[in-house]
């Protein structure tokens, strides 16, 4: 008894409610919560994690003492012992780092250049994402406009999108707001998802009490920040009256799939923190508490891997409070996330015909959102290249450059293409802004109309969904009957053909497609850098300095496909395939030269031969049992031809 009498007797009633919800747990000695003798150590942990309580918000290092790394390793682990604490998860992340990130800086000083009579409103709507506290402070307490000279004394600001900046968020219009709108609870509490939380720790030693809401796991917890209109000007700055959708995450996640109305939807929490697969103590030196599941890790990747490997190449200038190791981590994890569950890539072999060979790529969102999603700059192309057995490259596109710019780009934009026939057209996947003259423009506020959008849409994306205003197809994609398309509209899907010119050559061809990530590529950058700030030169002279090379996130080749050029079109007298499609995989040819078929060649659609015939086989010709496309290279000694024959 003396197990539980003891936390009892030190911990109060308070404690009693929570004991009793959970007294079938084997209980260990207890001890006290943290004592005044304690707090400098245990609220900060003496890794560089700002303090600052203005009695609103309270910073992260106030929550690390419980909620960051455990140097008994019995909270905050995963099965293998490691620290998955939420603190040491999230201070590697762009969102710990929002408001010292070097771009976004950059981006706000390069606004204020071009609009210096908007400061005061750009500033205060840029801070409200990546400074929400230091700017919500300023609404609480009524003090004005938050401008980037109050961030540079506010270290609640500088904590960036921090703890309380999701776990204070109130039910108040939840997932109906955007722009940077959010609504705070006026108490100082900190929701959570697990019911009865064991209140005294936290309430007595950070003033904060903890309280149960579902809602911190509603994705319409990052709507506010998700979604971004801004108001349009003209190129004096003179206010259109329109408004430009910048970013639309969280509604392109609405019209998805994966927002079915439903209690089991999947929201953005679902894969940016996901589950741990054990329960987990939720409370570094309180290995008496109950485990807590699901525990979600607060990995809250997205990505941006490029800026994350600027950020700790610069992380003194930047001043970083992750170390290279949990940098290391997150950057990992990112580019993990980029290469597993960001998209589909399958490569297929069409036919050949006279002196063309026929490719299909095809390309599938596997986000719950448009790919690439987010902020304008983020762009994916795909390199596809045709190679000779003797290594000569016959065709390329969308090969990256020594500049890190894709070759063949049009000098104003690369439009959204069905199909690629020559080695100057590239699929670049892609929001273009266009300004008051529908010239193309990297200024946020004078976005006025978009030019081009044929990011890859996500499952179950609808043009007749209510929120299809702000997350519109735009330009070629929009009336290209291969995207979105597969049978049926909401595919998440692009088809991209590609009509290689073999210039007489014959023989074995092997064929690759990749599709490569960039999230800050040279070309958005061009017209920041022709301005001088002190904020565009500190992060010029990073940008120069850093690894530019994209993220390859996905690829499919085919290694041998045998060509032979000068095939004929097809006669009247030649050959057809009966039943087309079939279902048993036995077809017939219809013609009447069968005679003089000298042989017979069965290809997939990735060009591998699966059976040859002599001469024409008097009982048909018998198809793999894999349903699919299959060509039937016919040769006589006038002609070749090849047949296209489903099998279902």
């Not at 506010?224 to 190129?235: F, K, M, R």
């Not at 894709?406 to 690369?414: C, L, N």
């Not at 692009?494 to 064929?511: E, F, M, Q, R």
């Amino acid at each position: 008894m003396q197990g539980i009498l003891k936390p009892i007797i030190v911990l109060g009633i308070a404690a009693i409610s929570y004991l009793a919800s959970v007294a079938n747990y084997e209980w260990t000695d207890a001890h006290a919560y943290h004592g005044p003798q304690e707090i400098n150590y245990f609220r900060g942990n003496n890794i560089s994690l700002p303090l600052a309580d203005n009695g609103y918000f309270k910073a992260s290092g106030t929550c690390d003492g419980c909620h960051g790394f455990d140097p008994t390793f019995e909270a905050n682990v995963n099965e293998a012992g490691q620290d998955i604490s939420p603190i040491t998860m999230w201070r590697g992340t762009m969102m710990a780092n929002s408001a010292k990130d070097p771009l976004w800086r950059a981006k706000v000083s390069h606004e204020v250049t071009v609009n210096p009579q908007h400061q005061e409103a750009l500033e205060d709507k840029c801070t409200s994402c990546h400074a929400p506290m230091g700017k919500y402070s300023h609404v609480e307490f009524n003090l004005g406009p938050f401008g980037m000279d109050d961030l540079e004394t506010d270290s609640l600001g500088m904590d960036g999108v921090s703890c309380l900046a999701c776990h204070k968020q109130s039910t108040q219009q939840l997932g109906s707001l955007n722009s940077g709108e959010l609504r705070f609870t006026p108490q100082p509490v900190a929701y959570g998802p697990f019911g009865k939380p064991f209140e005294p720790p936290m309430q007595d030693l950070v003033g904060i009490l903890p309280v149960a809401s579902n809602h911190i796991q509603d994705a319409g917890i990052c709507a506010g920040c998700h979604t971004l209109l801004t108001n349009s000007v003209d190129l004096q700055g003179n206010p259109t009256g329109e408004t430009f959708v910048e970013q639309a995450t969280y509604h392109e996640w609405l019209n998805s799939a994966y927002d079915d109305g439903q209690s089991n939807a999947t929201t953005c929490q679902g894969c940016h923190m996901p589950e741990e697969d054990v329960s987990v103590i939720l409370s570094a030196n309180y290995s008496e508490l109950f485990p807590r599941e699901p525990f979600r890790r607060h990995e809250l990747i997205g990505g941006n891997s490029f800026m994350l490997k600027l950020m700790k190449d610069n992380g003194q200038a930047i001043g970083l409070a992750a170390s290279d190791e949990v940098m290391d981590s997150t950057i990992a994890r990112t580019e993990r996330m980029l290469k597993q569950q960001t998209l589909n890539l399958d490569l297929s072999f069409q036919t050949f015909d006279n002196d063309t060979a026929f490719f299909e790529v095809r390309l599938e969102n596997l986000t719950g959102h448009k790919f690439p999603s987010g902020y304008p700059s983020r762009r994916a192309f795909v390199e596809f290249l045709v190679i000779q057995d003797n290594g000569d490259t016959l065709f390329r596109s969308g090969v990256l450059q020594p500049d890190f710019e894709v070759a063949g780009h049009d000098a104003t934009y690369e439009p959204h293409y069905t199909v690629i026939k020559s080695e100057d057209q590239v699929q670049i996947y892609e929001m273009v802004m266009g300004d008051v003259n529908n010239d193309v423009t990297t200024v946020l506020e004078r976005a006025y109309q978009m030019i081009k959008d044929n990011r890859l849409v996500p499952l179950g994306f609808s043009t007749g969904h209510a929120v299809y205003d702000t997350t519109q197809i735009v330009g070629n994609a929009a009336s290209d009957a291969d995207f979105n398309f597969e049978g049926f509209e909401g595919s998440g899907t692009d088809l991209v053909y590609y009509h290689v010119p073999l210039n007489g050559y014959n023989g074995v061809l092997k064929t690759i497609a990749r599709v490569h990530y960039q999230s800050v590529p040279p070309r958005y950058l061009a017209d920041m850098f022709s301005y001088s700030t002190p904020e565009i030169n500190t992060f010029q002279s990073m940008y120069a300095n850093a690894d530019k090379t994209p993220v390859l996130i996905a690829a499919d080749s085919i290694l041998n496909i045998n060509v032979v050029t000068g095939i004929k079109e097809q006669l009247p007298e030649a050959f057809e395939v009966y039943p087309n499609p079939t279902f048993n995989g036995s077809v017939r040819l219809i013609g009447n030269k069968t005679s003089e078929i000298s042989h017979i060649a069965v290809y997939d659609t990735r060009g591998k031969l699966v059976s040859t015939y002599g001469t024409y086989p008097t009982q048909g010709i018998q198809l793999p049992s894999e349903i699919g496309v299959y060509l039937i290279q016919v040769d006589t000694d006038a002609a070749k031809q090849l047949i296209r024959v489903l099998r279902n």
